[in-house]
């Protein structure tokens, strides 16, 4: 959330895999992340190399620098953390998670079978909205897949990803009206 999202960046089709996700972050999201795991690094060779485990005062000293460490590179990952998730056909396997430069943060999990996906509006505390697309299967349950700050652009690749399951999609991003687009093959 917080990142633009465009059509062009949310959706990657293969011939059996797909890929949602946020827009990758700008240049000054990774340079700020990259100094801030640069200090937790600094932080964490300073601790071990430096203290004196030989009384309370260094003990606390490491506590102190790990503790400081561990937060930097908390928001030095944040703006720079991609949410994704990755569908993969072949296998009928999902991952739901994040990408950090090359690396997919999460776990792959069988693929259920699928009753539909919906995109609907979701409100937040701030007054505003964002829109969630959920799978839906065994008729009441679901897995919420990703938010959209778009409606538009939830909607186009919800759809997109309706037709790659081959699922009907439940657009309800309006309260109360409800749209269901039945799969067309």
């Keep these: 959330m917080g990142k633009s999202t465009s059509i062009d960046d ?22 700020l992340g990259s100094i801030a795991i640069m200090v937790f690094f600094i932080l964490l060779v300073t601790a071990f190399t430096t203290t004196d485990f030989s009384n309370d005062t260094g003990w606390k000293q490491w506590s102190s620098m790990i503790f400081s460490a561990i937060v930097v590179l908390g928001y030095g990952l944040k703006p720079i953390l991609v949410q994704q998730v990755h569908f993969d056909l072949n296998k009928n396997t999902f991952q ?61 690749t919800s759809l997109q990803v309706a037709q790659a399951l081959k699922v009907t999609l439940v657009d309800a991003r309006i309260p109360n009206e409800t749209i269901q687009i039945p799969f067309k093959d």
Aim: hydrophobic share 35%; aromatic share 16%.
């Design 96 to 156: 739901k998670g994040y990408r950090l430069g090359p690396v997919s943060l999460g776990k792959w999990k069988n693929l259920p079978e699928t009753d539909y996906i919906s995109i609907f509006r979701q409100p937040l505390k701030n007054g505003k909205f964002n829109f969630e697309m959920n799978l839906w299967y065994d008729d009441i349950r679901h897995i919420e897949l990703f938010y959209f700050d778009d409606g538009v652009i939830g909607y186009r």
């Design 10 to 31: 949310s959706l990657r089709m293969g011939k059996e895999k797909i890929i949602v996700r946020d827009s990758p972050p700008n240049l000054f999201f990774n340079l």
